[in-house]
């Protein structure tokens, strides 16, 4: 899969020069969640019956980050390598990555078709409903229709809907903010999960019988509610069950603001230190609290574990 990065206009970049004709998926993605998948799918079905290179077209940053318009954009539910992975995986031939800055947001809905999309020799672009393109999201996918005939065919995929919600990034994140874990997964096809390299605490996990692995995110992912969850940690290509806490630690900070990663690895005791390491979330088990005492906390500990190993080892959700 070739992997190109473009800015504006593309009309005379090697890009341009060299391009195929090519089927082109065009969207963010941020989750490249199951309603993206059906777009990045019909483009490459679209692609693979024709003879012709299937493509996706992300942006980056989140356009709304350039704008001003939501400092929660900073943080997402894919960075773009592994973002550029599930692309890989669905099929694409090319992905271009458009750098999204202020002089790209003040072009025209007609602009981006004349000096992006012509130029690239898009023959079909595939959008989902709900896209917009262009300066202030003039352009929806209706425009891009219009704007396409006669060369550029279009497609627009009507939104997919699981148990009557229109799966969405939004709801995603919304989601994960209140621990519904399996409502994220279920619009994922899998469970969310974060990157993340392991790093020196404070070593009070030890000395209380739970050591744990502290977790610095590689990226700015979104992180879900505070609280306790079963995990499912995956170490060098093996997958190990565990419990995870987000929070402040209560019972041992009174002013601690940054939430931390910290999670206990079942039946391990191998040196995680300088590791990288994903974490699938399964299961929310409960709120984050202030124990009276250290032999409460452990017994918390305990009962979580306990909570977790069962979940775990029934596959539940």
Do not use: C, W
């Not at 391009?19 to 065009?26: E, G, N, S, V």
């Not at 262009?134 to 148990?163: N, Y």
């Amino acid at each position: 899969m070739k992997i190109i990065s473009l800015q504006y206009p593309v009309q005379s970049s090697e890009p341009a020069k060299s391009a195929l004709p090519k089927t082109l998926a065009i969207g963010y993605f941020d989750g490249v969640h199951k309603g993206h998948q059906n777009v990045i799918r019909r483009s490459v079905e679209a692609a693979r019956s024709t003879g012709i290179e299937a493509a996706v077209m992300t942006f980056y940053p989140h356009p709304k980050e350039v704008l001003g318009q939501g400092d929660q954009y900073v943080n997402g539910l894919t960075p773009l390598e592994e973002k550029i992975n599930r692309f890989r995986s669905l099929g694409v031939d090319v992905v271009y990555i458009v750098q999204f800055d202020l002089e790209f947001s003040a072009v025209t809905p007609d602009e981006f078709v004349e000096h992006v999309l012509r130029p690239l020799q898009v023959k079909k672009a595939v959008v989902g409903f709900d896209f917009a393109f262009g300066s202030r999201g003039a352009g929806k996918a209706d425009t891009l229709v219009a704007l396409g005939d006669p060369d550029i065919a279009v497609e627009i995929v009507e939104p997919l809907m699981i148990d009557g919600k229109k799966v969405s990034s939004t709801l995603i994140r919304e989601a994960l903010a209140e621990g519904k874990l399996e409502m994220a997964e279920q619009f994922l096809g899998e469970p969310y999960h974060v990157q993340g390299t392991v790093v020196h605490g404070e070593g009070r996990g030890s000395k209380i019988g739970f050591p744990t692995a502290n977790l610095d995110p590689e990226t700015a992912y979104v992180v879900p509610r505070q609280g306790v969850y079963a995990i499912m940690a995956e170490v060098d290509g093996e997958r190990i069950p565990g419990v995870l806490n987000i929070g402040v630690k209560p019972t041992f900070h009174e002013n601690l603001t940054q939430p931390v990663m910290e999670a206990h690895l079942f039946d391990f005791d191998g040196d995680l230190y300088g590791k990288s390491i994903a974490i699938h979330f399964i299961s929310f088990l409960r709120t984050e609290k202030k124990f009276n005492s250290i032999d409460e906390l452990v017994g918390q500990i305990h009962a979580d574990a306990d909570k977790a190993r069962a979940i775990l080892s029934q596959g539940q959700r």
